[in-house]
T-cell receptor, first 118, second 112 residues
Framework: GAVVSQHPSWVICKSGTSVKIECRSL??????MFWYRQFPKQSLMLMAT?????????EQGVEKDKFLINHASLTLSTLTVTSAHPEDSSFYIC??????????????FGDGTRLSIL | QKEVEQNSGPLSVPEGAIASLNCTYS??????FFWYRQYSGKSPELIMF????GDKEDGRFTAQLNKASQYVSLLIRDSQPSDSATYLC????????????FGQGTRLTINP
């Protein structure tokens, strides 16, 4: 159980392109999803917390107009990197937490999306 | 002081031995604690979570929590080469908090 699917797994595109990444919880409902970015040999950096039906909460230093997040249903959140540039190249990972109402539930991670901007 | 601290390693352990991974956290009000394993180039995978003081065992893995000392550890018994990975400690700071605070991770190598 607790499977999170992330798509695509790999994207290579030209500078200036917008890229959309999907994150789906396959066998549970997730009121909260999270988007992380990870650079080589570094730990996870939380970018934003996505709540179903409301605006995402962005971490300090993360441009909300650059990284658009939509969480339209209890099983789907999307991250769109707008007008991507080479410095946006990174490993983007989503996670989802089960909406059990108990609190403190673990986050389950998708397989990640490796984004390379040429 | 970092909120969640781990020794970055690398930690080398011979195959079959016990690997001990440690994590300290600064917020005394922290409620829940998680260990994730991350293979190189892959996303994190949940290994264990623990909420109460004491030990919690799951197969070869044991999580230990000491809230008074603000310390959480992960023991891996009968270490296998496939256990070689980076282990991330994560803390949920308070009840109802949505986000986790991650440590930098400890790189573990199991030597055959």
């Amino acid at each position: 159980g607790a499977v999170v699917s992330q798509h695509p797994s790999w994207v290579i595109c030209k500078s200036g392109t917008s890229v959309k990444i999907e994150c789906r919880s396959l066998d549970f409902q997730a009121t909260t999803m999270f988007w992380y970015r990870q650079f080589p040999k570094q730990s996870l950096m939380l970018m934003a917390t996505s709540n179903e039906g409301s605006k995402a909460t962005y971490e300090q230093g993360v441009e909300k107009d650059k990284f658009l997040i939509n969480h339209a249903s209890l099983t789907l959140s999307t991250l769109t990197v707008t007008s991507a540039h080479p410095e946006d190249s990174s490993f983007y990972i989503c996670s989802a937490r089960e909406a059990t109402g108990l609190g403190n539930q673990p986050q389950h991670f998708g397989d990640g999306t490796r984004l390379s901007i040429l | 002081q970092k909120e969640v601290e781990q020794n970055s390693g690398p930690l080398s352990v011979p195959e079959g031995a016990i690997a001990s991974l440690n994590c300290t956290y600064s917020d005394r009000g922290s409620q829940s604690f998680f260990w994730y394993r991350q293979y190189s180039g892959k996303s994190p995978e949940l290994i264990m979570f623990i909420y109460s003081n004491g030990d919690k065992e799951d197969g070869r893995f044991t999580a230990q929590l000491n809230k008074a000392s603000q310390y959480v550890s992960l023991l891996i018994r009968d270490s296998q080469p496939s256990d070689s990975a980076t282990y991330l400690c994560a803390v949920n700071r308070f009840r109802g908090a949505q986000k986790l605070v991650f440590g930098q991770g400890t790189r573990l190598t199991i030597n055959p």
